[in-house]
């Protein structure tokens, strides 16, 4: 190895770009192979590396978001559930609402999607530059409940504040204590206006008093949650029970009656 290309390498590793530096012998041997100029060359080499690094700010993205499962806006099945407007979908998928630090509430019945809409709508916002946290309710009441406790309430707002996308799941299948909805409210409060908050709930704005176990409280929430803010509500029949009924496995009232 002559002088030069040790230099080289050390620059390279210098100036953190690691890919250039690995793949070096080949992407020469493709410069040459496609007789590139020198500036055609030096815009190769910076594509590839940023390409790289993109892909891997992605994937560390994807990793601490701490989604469920990978699910993107493309495996959603549009024509299971007409009620919702695609255009409008993939509008919200650009998550310039994110940029603004809005919110957005998918609610509608268990098994309609809105979960697979939550992590699509996260993964997007981690490609485009934004980090997310995912989270379930169910998590949230236990994880707040233990922090009370244990004396770190402020701690844990700050710790579920930090992403730029916080992603609350299956609001509504189980009622908070008064403890851990004025930690919801906590939480909103600090993030109004700065962070976005993607909630999906199975019940419907209306019906929060009842989630929180405090009208009061569900409304301060409310308000700061839906001031700026988009709402989808889903209307449609569970995938699961679709494809059981489609399978057999359940009846319809129809052929119960025969």
């Avoid at 620059?11 to 590139?36: G, H, P, Q, W, Y």
């Avoid at 993107?72 to 993939?90: E, H, K, M, V, Y």
């Avoid at 809005?102 to 530059?129: C, M, N, W, Y």
């Avoid at 908050?197 to 704005?205: G, P």
């Amino acid at each position: 190895m002559d002088i030069n290309h040790e230099r080289l390498i050390t620059l390279l590793t210098r100036l953190k770009l690691t890919t250039v530096r690995d793949r070096l012998d080949s992407l020469l041997d493709e410069a040459a192979r496609k007789e590139m100029n020198l500036r055609e060359a030096l815009t190769f080499f910076c594509q590839q590396e940023a390409e790289s690094k993109d892909h891997k700010r992605i994937r560390m993205g994807i990793i601490m978001s701490k989604f469920p499962f990978n699910r993107t806006l493309d495996q959603f099945d549009f024509s299971a559930q007409p009620s919702i407007d695609a255009g409008r979908i993939r509008e919200l998928s650009t998550c310039r609402w994110v940029a603004n630090g809005d919110s957005l509430l998918l609610q509608g019945p268990p098994g309609v999607g809105k979960t697979h809409l939550a992590v699509a709508f996260g993964r997007e916002a981690i490609v485009r530059g934004y980090s997310a946290l995912f989270i379930s309710a169910a998590a949230l009441l236990t994880q707040s409940t233990k922090a009370h406790q244990e004396g770190k309430l402020d701690e844990k707002i700050t710790q579920l504040s930090k992403a730029k996308l916080l992603i609350v799941d299956e609001l509504g299948y189980l009622p908070f204590d008064p403890k851990a909805a004025h930690l919801f409210f906590q939480l909103a409060s600090k993030r109004y206006e700065k962070g976005s908050i993607l909630v999906t709930s199975n019940r419907s704005i209306g019906e929060w008093g009842e989630v929180f176990g405090d009208s009061v409280v569900a409304t301060a929430i409310l308000d700061r949650l839906l001031h700026h803010s988009h709402v989808v509500t889903i209307r449609g029949e569970s995938y699961r029970l679709k494809e059981k009924r489609q399978s057999g496995l359940i009846k319809t009232s129809q052929e119960r009656a025969q």
